[in-house]
């Protein structure tokens, strides 16, 4: 079983990420066209499907410990994951708030649910930045590595504006928070057992 | 059962001819010839209505789901034939009365309100409907009543999105008696000229146009002329979020969201926003019912 997965992922090449990454996001933006509030749905799906990404992103790492590699996909689905969050933050300042700038600025400063949306945007920035070879040679294995662990934080705060946006809390937003904070301490975890092992 | 007797689908305005409704009103005198007369309600607006779909599938309903599109696609479920209404609490005329009865002697014509969520979206629906003050009037309202109380029906089979949540069912919610009173808030019993859609409420709902969506209560099963403020259901969910008055107004802002614009659903993604105009421009008819209110405090 997990052969096959390893076997069929070898076979895959990384830029099918992409290419399935950009068609999805086509499809979610040609789909929004037809629903009533066409702004409000593709701002949500694009958002939701962006911290879905994200924590399939985190997934990566935790899979190889039981043996699943499909370490060649995590740059790309980073940065699609990262597209997709990027696109959410367009869709809500062009679309949703229709470039209402002083609007725009109140909900930047006054709405928790928002600050914390943005802090975890700012947060992916440096990591689509650097998800590059040339980046990682300059920064160098260990500090780039040290960087990247921003992606926990990042998708965290992710998750925790996911909760906040909802009037009532749901089971899909408790999944997303509780998938996000289990990886983290998943992650914890085994990096305090390697240096118990090392020590 | 007819909750429309003095309509029937035919006496309908399609779609189209309301979008020519200046149009219409142009050539009046050449149509009053070609059909019966209908004069629109002097509390309609003139502007021009969401799309019948629109209408119907973009829809807050928790009982039936969280996502919008939810009420659509599952409240065909829920039967509203037989309907009966408790009519209780300081009244003369309290008891069990079937819709027909309820409604009885009851003037039902057309009302183009705009409906304003909290959320920040809004619509125009034609909205078939009586005034409430008519019913309240017909009931007897005792000198001790000063609110009335409503409660929607809750039917975990019919209505998936009642197990699960967290909500303590049913929906309750409740109006001043002088706004329960004014000629503005309607029962609605169709849109469009339809029958109330099942996703809209069926068979009847309450319509308060300056108010926030949330308190145009859904399927009413319970009318209860009270002497305190009633609990209602979003107030308890969240008190700071959502006010017992809850008037639409652009100044106070939801504790996560600017009140000060809206969308107007209908014109596409790139249709943008509007701005919200206080008591959803009903101001005129509604501002002195809150003559010494603080609205920031009474939000």
Same mark, same amino acid.
């Given at each position: 079983?997990? @052969?096959?997965? @390893?076997?069929?992922?070898?076979?895959?090449?990384?830029?099918?990420?992409?290419?399935?990454?950009?068609?999805?996001?086509?499809?979610?933006?040609?789909?929004?066209?037809?629903?009533?509030?066409?702004?409000?749905?593709?701002?949500?799906?694009?958002?939701?499907?962006?911290?879905?990404?994200?924590? /399939?992103?985190?997934?990566?790492?935790?899979?190889?410990?039981?043996?699943? @590699?499909?370490?060649?996909?995590?740059?790309?689905?980073?940065?699609? #994951?990262?597209?997709?969050?990027?696109?959410?933050?367009?869709?809500?300042?062009?679309?949703?708030?229709?470039?209402?700038?002083?609007?725009?600025?109140?909900?930047?400063?006054?709405?928790?649910?928002?600050?914390?949306?943005?802090?975890?945007?700012?947060?992916?920035?440096?990591?689509?930045?650097?998800? @590059?070879?040339?980046?990682?040679?300059?920064?160098?294995?260990?500090?780039?590595?040290?960087?990247?662990?921003?992606?926990?934080?990042?998708?965290?705060?992710?998750?925790?504006?996911?909760?906040?946006? #909802?009037?009532?809390?749901?089971?899909?937003? /408790?999944?997303?928070?509780?998938?996000?904070? #289990?990886?983290?301490?998943?992650?914890?975890?085994?990096?305090?057992?390697?240096?118990?092992?090392?020590? | 059962?007819?909750?429309?007797?003095?309509?029937?689908?035919?006496?309908?305005?399609?779609?189209?001819?309301?979008?020519?409704?200046?149009?219409?009103?142009?050539?009046?005198?050449?149509?009053?010839?070609?059909?019966?007369?209908?004069? *629109?309600?002097?509390?309609?607006?003139?502007?021009?209505?969401? %799309?019948?779909?629109?209408?119907?599938?973009?829809?807050?309903?928790?009982?039936?789901?969280?996502?919008?599109?939810?009420?659509?696609?599952?409240?065909?479920?829920?039967?509203?034939?037989?309907?009966?209404?408790?009519?209780?609490? &300081?009244?003369?005329?309290?008891?069990?009365?079937?819709?027909?009865?309820?409604?009885?002697?009851?003037?039902?014509?057309?009302?183009?309100?705009?409906?304003?969520?909290?959320?920040?979206?809004?619509?125009?629906?034609?909205?078939?409907?009586?005034?409430?003050?008519?019913?309240?009037?017909? &009931?007897?309202?005792?000198? *001790?009543?000063?609110?009335?109380?409503?409660? %929607?029906?809750?039917?975990?089979?019919?209505?998936?999105?009642?197990?699960?949540?967290?909500?303590?069912?049913?929906?309750?919610?409740?109006?001043?008696?002088?706004?329960?009173?004014?000629?503005?808030?309607?029962?609605?019993?169709?849109?469009?000229?339809?029958?109330?859609?099942?996703?809209?409420?069926?068979?009847?709902?309450?319509?308060?146009?300056?108010?926030?969506?949330?308190?145009?209560?859904?399927?009413?099963?319970?009318?209860?002329?009270?002497?305190?403020?009633?609990?209602?259901?979003?107030?308890?969910?969240?008190?700071?979020?959502?006010?017992?008055?809850?008037?639409?107004?652009?100044?106070?802002?939801?504790?996560?969201?600017?009140?000060?614009?809206?969308?107007?659903?209908? *014109?596409? &993604?790139?249709? *943008?926003?509007?701005?919200?105009?206080?008591?959803?421009?009903?101001?005129?008819?509604?501002?002195?019912?809150?003559?010494?209110?603080?609205?920031?405090?009474?939000?």
């Amino acid at each position: 079983m997990l @052969n096959a997965i @390893n076997q069929t992922a070898r076979r895959i090449p990384a830029y099918t990420i992409y290419i399935a990454g950009i068609a999805l996001a086509a499809w979610v933006i040609f789909s929004s066209l037809s629903t009533p509030d066409p702004a409000k749905v593709l701002e949500r799906t694009l958002g939701t499907r962006g911290l879905q990404i994200l924590i /399939a992103t985190l997934c990566i790492t935790p899979l190889r410990w039981y043996g699943v @590699n499909l370490l060649k996909f995590r740059r790309a689905l980073g940065l699609m #994951g990262f597209m997709f969050i990027a696109l959410h933050l367009t869709t809500w300042v062009v679309l949703d708030l229709a470039l209402r700038w002083s609007e725009i600025l109140t909900e930047l400063t006054k709405r928790p649910f928002i600050i914390v949306g943005m802090l975890a945007f700012v947060a992916l920035i440096p990591l689509a930045v650097t998800s @590059n070879n040339a980046m990682i040679e300059r920064l160098g294995a260990l500090r780039w590595k040290r960087l990247h662990w921003l992606a926990y934080p990042a998708t965290l705060a992710g998750a925790v504006h996911f909760v906040m946006i #909802g009037k009532v809390y749901t089971l899909e937003s /408790a999944l997303y928070f509780a998938a996000v904070a #289990g990886l983290l301490i998943a992650r914890r975890l085994k990096a305090r057992k390697k240096a118990l092992q090392t020590a | 059962m007819s909750y429309l007797p003095e309509y029937t689908p035919a006496d309908v305005t399609p779609p189209q001819m309301f979008l020519n409704r200046r149009a219409l009103i142009a050539g009046a005198a050449a149509l009053t010839v070609a059909s019966p007369a209908r004069a *629109g309600s002097p509390y309609s607006t003139d502007e021009v209505p969401n %799309t019948f779909e629109d209408i119907t599938t973009y829809n807050n309903y928790y009982e039936f789901g969280y996502d919008k599109a939810d009420p659509a696609a599952y409240a065909g479920k829920l039967k509203t034939d037989p309907w009966s209404v408790v009519v209780d609490g &300081l009244v003369d005329n309290p008891g069990t009365y079937s819709l027909s009865d309820l409604i009885a002697g009851q003037p039902i014509e057309e009302r183009i309100y705009r409906f304003r969520c909290v959320e920040a979206w809004s619509m125009i629906v034609p909205w078939q409907g009586f005034q409430l003050s008519g019913l309240l009037q017909k &009931l007897g309202v005792q000198a *001790g009543a000063k609110y009335v109380a409503f409660e %929607t029906i809750v039917r975990p089979d019919e209505m998936p999105g009642i197990s699960g949540s967290m909500i303590d069912w049913p929906y309750r919610e409740g109006l001043r008696l002088d706004e329960a009173m004014h000629p503005l808030t309607i029962m609605a019993t169709g849109l469009y000229g339809k029958p109330m859609p099942n996703q809209n409420g069926a068979p009847i709902r309450l319509i308060v146009p300056w108010k926030y969506g949330f308190k145009s209560v859904k399927a009413i099963v319970r009318i209860s002329l009270v002497a305190e403020q009633p609990v209602t259901t979003w107030n308890t969910l969240a008190a700071n979020e959502y006010g017992f008055y809850a008037n639409v107004n652009p100044e106070v802002d939801h504790p996560r969201w600017s009140q000060a614009s809206e969308r107007r659903i209908g *014109g596409g &993604l790139f249709a *943008g926003r509007i701005d919200t105009v206080k008591f959803n421009g009903y101001g005129d008819q509604v501002a002195s019912l809150y003559t010494g209110q603080d609205l920031t405090k009474d939000y």
